[in-house]
């Protein structure tokens, strides 16, 4: 099983949308291929189709990932003109 099989096995559900139809889930890298970013821990999300579309078209833009107190990661991220964190 490689990392991308892995990490949707672990985290189960999309981080925005939370839908958990394994078939649907991918794994997006915060920081592209094309920028040097790496299929890592810390480098990627899970992310169902729709929302990873929203991603690459704009729509949500992920500003960042941030290592809580807690040892949980959470995004920093722009929907729809607004800033959230998850």
């Given amino acids: 099983m490689n990392f991308k099989q892995r990490k949707k096995r672990v985290h189960g559900k999309c981080y925005f949308c939370e839908e958990s139809d394994y078939s649907l889930l991918d794994v997006h890298r915060i920081v592209p291929g094309s920028e040097g970013g ?16 929203k991603v690459h078209s704009n729509k949500i833009e992920i500003i960042g990932r ?11 991220y722009r929907e729809e003109g607004a800033e959230k964190w998850l």
Avoid: D, F, M, Q
Avoid at 66 to 76: A, C, D, K
């Fill in 66 to 76: 941030h290592p809580s107190t807690t040892g949980r990661h959470v995004i920093h």
């Fill in 38 to 53: 790496k299929y890592v821990e810390h480098n990627t999300i899970v992310l169902c189709a729709n929302c990873h579309r």
